[in-house]
Nanobody, 123 residues
Framework: VQLQASGGGLVQAGGSLKLSCAAS????????MGWFRQAPGKEREFVAA????????YYADSVKGRFTVSRDNAKNTVYLQMSSLKPEDTAVYYC?????????????????WGQGTQVTVSS
């Protein structure tokens, strides 16, 4: 299974970015997908998740109302639209594929991870 995250970059505060995560090697549509991020010196934290059919989405309080997770099962791709970005959103963003039923908010619920894409928000 391979997850390829892309779309990161440098953006000014208040700007927007859209991350993509393309999956291969697994029946993508059967699994929930999540986005996590990790800033230097900090633990990896939950950002957003979406169920296998896209019917339900979940967000960390810190990004609720600013980020939107979506998926296109025909393209085996999950997206994270990020708006009103803040300097504290700066981190490496990872996509992950769920391995077990749960809240989708914890890293141990996922078994495959993308390589990460850097998002830097300047003030």
């Amino acid at each position: 299974v391979q997850l390829q995250a892309s779309g990161g970059g440098l953006v000014q505060a208040g700007g927007s970015l859209k991350l993509s995560c393309a999956a291969s090697g697994r029946t993508f549509s059967k699994y929930a997908m999540g986005w996590f991020r990790q800033a230097p010196g900090k633990e990896r934290e939950f950002v957003a998740a979406i169920t296998w059919n896209g019917d339900s989405t979940y967000y960390a309080d810190s990004v609720k109302g600013r980020f939107t997770v979506s998926r296109d099962n025909a393209k085996n791709t999950v997206y994270l639209q990020m708006s009103s970005l803040k300097p504290e959103d700066t981190a490496v963003y990872y996509c992950a594929s769920q391995s077990s039923v749960g809240s989708l908010r914890y890293p141990w619920e996922y078994d495959y991870w993308g390589q990460g894409t850097q998002v830097t928000v300047s003030s």
